[in-house]
């Protein structure tokens, strides 16, 4: 009781592929599969630049020079999706 069994999760897959259609389920696999790509590269983006804001703000150099502008790709060989972001300034709006 209270647990999924085997034979509710064919009739789980078998309502799915009716619903989708069989041809429609590897293009909304693939792009889940981007999707989750996307965002693991994010999230590891945000963790070096947490990493590298906190060495930052312990040597903090106004004369330095500011970041070149860096392009995140979504996917490897993905280049349709590639875009420049700005790094953001230490002045927050809001």
């Known amino acids: 009781m209270?647990?999924?069994g085997a034979w509710q999760l064919v009739?789980?897959?078998?309502?799915?592929?009716?619903?989708?259609?069989?041809?429609?389920?590897?293009?909304?696999?693939?792009a889940l599969g981007k999707s989750l790509r996307i965002l693991k590269s994010e999230t590891s983006a945000l963790r070096k630049d947490g990493d590298s804001a906190e060495a930052q703000s312990a040597?903090?150099?106004?004369a330095a020079p500011q970041p070149a502008t860096r392009t995140i790709q979504a996917a490897p060989g993905d280049v349709g999706s590639a875009r420049p972001v700005e790094e953001p300034r230490g002045n927050a709006q809001g």
């Open 11 to 30: 009739i789980i897959a078998v309502l799915v592929v009716i619903v989708f259609g069989s041809k429609k389920l590897p293009d909304t696999a693939r």
């Open 59 to 62: 040597q903090h150099d106004p």
């Open 2 to 4: 209270g647990g999924i």
